[in-house]
């Protein structure tokens, strides 16, 4: 195991490189019976690819995905479902530039440095495509959650200080701009900064933030399989994040327990709910039944177009400038991809639970 | 599985209960020829025990460790090494206030869904108690670590809204104030407050920072193993932690790419090193050969003694007054928890990472 | 991971040596609701204890279980169950003998080129003292087994050359002989046997058989975590077993297809059945719905009192008579061994084997 | 998870139907630096290809391998490789006959109650074409071991009665003839019973023998992971195969301990070696530097021409006759399959030895 394996029930295993043959996924212990068909993939798919808007990359791939296996009269049958996306971009191109070069931000470096060399015409295993077979799974844990009554929904919620307003937020709203903010004005605000951001030959980070409605309570293991811990990790897992947050995160670091603890009460029908939610769904590492809400902070795209001082690797130190389109952002298009890593947390966690007390 | 295991190469199993016969760990995968005796495990283990001072619970419990295998001639024998801490502090209590009713902040109900009963005698393996395991383990990690040039150190660098100036940054004094503050002014102010705390039965919540020297570089694993997504989970898993950060984290998410770049340069010794840390040493989930810095969220105490409201499990809404004495802040005692779990985690990936390459 | 994990969704960890302070065992998957108390787990402990008979070593221990946790009001609490057998006869011995010589038969020189070093008081990991955390986890399994309705049962069948009479089969006469022989005939010759290797300083091999009733149709997963070949690697990780058979075994190698197959019909219920079982219960790793049926093959005991010529870690040729007792035979003691690994096995698959379809 | 993942460091997880779009497998940990070509996979995939000979299935499929990541200039780069082989006979067909129905010796009974339904135009995932995304791994595996001066060698030992003598045993021998036997008498004669049993519509089982070279001395887990145990594990999880031993296996059953121990002594360069190889190379679960010998029991292959009775899925007993060419035995095509999960096995337990001591 090098670290493509994510899961124990629900478990995948990914591979691919920017500019190898294609990239894929191979999902072992999705349940029998689920109907699946190419549409239901590639509709999650078409929502990370990029050249839907000016502030993402250029590079128009077709990244349709095949469906290989484990799927039978138009239901899953138990068995591993492998699906590959080919890459269709792969124009030869001068990598003269940046083959020994340490780009800044990036893991060039260690890279190099870990496995002795290094394929150097993309991030490899680091680049952005890396995600197809995220996403691709992750239709299909969602597909499967919904089985459950369970929906997963990201959205980005800031753009360096442009920042969506509660009061205006409108999930539908998502979908109908390019950055995929639930708030049509800060979404027109934060554009505008990014075109200033472009012309600047810079980049700006964000942070995205991800709802998950209809948990049943005690989905987590108590200890480090703890709901929250996976999520963690596999948040964290996505290129470019560099922290998270559950509930009221960093926050609760400043409350008083007075505050922060959710009170529970008995509702109309009889149900144990919170009446606040500082906890974010979770508590000892348990869903507790209310609405789980969790935070990604990524950090700006490293690619920049302005020169930048670095080293190469025969020791020298050199200055280069990047070329080629690079998102001046990259949380719009990493929107799916944390509903994708959330949803096959989500779902392995649920399936383990099955077997938490005797039937 | 369910949840008690970590680890794939430095493999851990805890087990225990708040109000069991004690709490213990068993290592699976700890090489060959390290020196460790029991008082190698107890000085860590020293360090998180209650009762330390006015602010930490009052229950003095010796938590004297043993080791029960693994360990021949004052040398790990590569066999599982287990250790126990027997539970002294067992007195019979009344807990006819607490057994139906499910504390806020607690996971009381999320447990009792998840397994149809629950342990009402405390925290069950939601008990801060459960860390000594986490402790044990991480002492013997920590040693292997320093066998190879790596050492981790964790403080608390704020508790609410009283932080530590990095101008007074002292790591030495950490261990002189009862708070675990590398800064002494900051500490007795805290001190004060949390005075204030104590007499408004209320608690507070806190920040953990925890710095690690020495890595070489290329630990972590590419996509989901990264380096930083295994210590999200590392510290997640931690119980009341709700946010993780590492370098920059949310900051970096405002930050412009021309600013978080962190620049490499040829140092007078030919060797490739960063002029800046925004990364936090991590870049691309490996290890870049810098100080690994990262940050842990810790919610406020769960149980204060002032009166909350709840519900009970016979569909009651009730009011509750937790007794006992209980910490206004965790994060003093979480100090050496957040430094096993830390070492816990880049202990495995280092020994996996031995198979990077061909030798 | 180093060898002491069993099991994915049943997990275990053992610990533990020969000369050590004791032998334990933690699991970590255990469904919640498990009626379970020490007298459940020392009934299987004391099957496999020595000095039952003059066929057994005279060690005379305790072997006493103590639950450590995971239990509470007498039923598990699905969290992990820890237990422990303190070793009690460690009387200080006189190891020079031994200390430095490898023993024909046993693990010594591997142990000691593998990890640098050896406790070379006794087996180590490689002792059959090993075996008591085993039985100890599968007394957990069996209990848990039989709330679903299955049962296994071993014996053993053949003892060097002798061999039970199928047509005196009688299990229930197994545990009315020190031998465990289903066959009373059998048992007695074998004891004749017995006697004379003895008398010979020598020991000798045998086979052990299980059954298992009470299957439901479709435990185990296809490819590489089949039921027969989960077995198969349970049972040969008990010391001293060379061979596996399932079903026919090594006959069906020999075999026609017309003979070997076994013909499905509907029975007067209306239950698809197997009119012969020469497949031993598994198809397609899959278990068939008829009795499961394996065999195990135990090496004669390589400690033998006889002067036996071997090499010494100074590089010498030398010669060594092992004294103390020793068992002239395995197979008795293992009976109970083979049973723990079986339900163990089969009480994981079957907990996987919950998330096949969809609910 | 759901069985089609196998290994832990050197992990794989494969996929694919007999009749769905291809099969292929992923490896996720092989060292970076490792020289690898399409080239290398295929020679392994060629030796089990079907259509070979009059006794192997008439389907002549290219079975072309396709390396689509993880290689980059020739050589491995320590992310993972995924390979696919495209089913390219999929001739539309008539499977009225047995889609309701249960073939004898097969697994679709199994299947269909396990997960509700099952893909009755072959065998799924139970085919005899799952072993291509074996051997394609293997080969990668083999390539590995071949790096340690290691190598893996099997062969026909017998089919039914016929055995070969190992007077006229000839490795060279092996791959002049169809059913692989190392001893060109026994293979004449071996081919003559087998015309006699296509004849009769019947099929027949056999013994594949495996031999590995070059070992060096600790690989295998104390415990869980013995090299015998998951050398096991790896053989039986290959279809049809019903049996298993390690060195003498069954016989060893039967010895007394002072035949059955091998000799240590120190040979003429100041080696400790062993004089006999009852053990087969394995000495508590690890390698002990001599040649480790395993065989494998294979059961006739189910699918016979002749009429036979079975049940299908209406509750009705029926007669079938199984149409299409099939091989009258399995043996020969397994041979390579046994290298590829013998190699599988054995690179994942040397990778994991490295972590057994300090470095």
Not at 41 to 58: D, E, H, I, M, W
Not at 67 to 96: H, W
Not at 199 to 226: H, N, R, W, Y
Request: glycine share 12%.
């Amino acid at each position: 195991m090098a670290g493509s394996t994510y899961g124990t029930i629900f478990r995948i295993m990914t591979w691919g490189e920017s500019h190898g043959k294609g990239v894929g996924v191979t999902i072992d212990g999705c349940p029998a019976g689920l109907p699946l068909c190419e549409e239901d993939v590639q509709t999650y798919l078409n929502r990370r690819k990029p050249g839907q808007s000016k502030f993402a990359t250029a590079r128009n791939e077709g990244d349709q995905v095949e469906i290989l296996s484990g799927v039978f009269e138009g239901k899953t049958t138990g068995t591993p479902i492998a699906m590959m996306v080919r890459n269709t971009d792969q124009r030869s191109k001068d990598y003269s530039a940046i083959m020994d070069v340490y780009r800044p931000g990036h893991a060039d470096y260690c890279f190099e440095q870990k496995y002795g060399f290094r394929d150097y015409r993309g991030g490899g295993r680091s680049s952005a495509r890396e995600t197809i077979a995220r996403v691709a799974a992750g239709a299909v844990a969602c597909k499967l959650l919904a089985h459950y009554g369970i929906t997963v929904n990201a959205y980005v919620k800031s753009i360096g200080e442009f920042e969506i307003d509660p009061k205006r937020f409108d999930l539908s709203e998502r979908d109908n701009n390019s950055l995929n903010m639930p708030d049509k004005v800060a979404a027109e605000e934060t554009a505008e900064f990014l075109e200033r951001m472009i012309a600047a030959q810079d980049s700006v980070g964000g942070v995205v933030e991800c709802l998950v409605d209809g948990m049943p309570v005690g989905v987590g293991e108590p200890v480090f399989d703890k709901l929250d811990a996976s999520l963690a990790r596999a948040i964290m897992s996505i290129g470019a994040v560099k922290g998270f947050e559950i509930g009221d995160g960093f926050a609760a670091a400043k409350a008083l327990g007075s505050q922060n603890n959710d009170e529970f009460y008995v509702d109309a029908y009889g149900k144990v709910v919170k009446k606040t939610n500082h906890a974010g769904g979770i508590l000892g590492g348990m869903s507790d039944g209310s609405q789980i809400v969790l935070r990604a902070a990524f950090k700006p795209t490293p690619s920049i177009a302005q020169p930048q001082k670095t080293a190469n690797n025969h020791g020298e130190n050199v200055e280069i400038a990047i070329k080629g389109r690079h998102d001046p952002v990259v949380v719009p298009r990493a929107v799916v991809v944390v509903e994708a890593m959330t949803a096959l947390t989500i779902v392995d966690l649920l399936l383990m639970g099955k077997n938490a007390r005797l039937d």
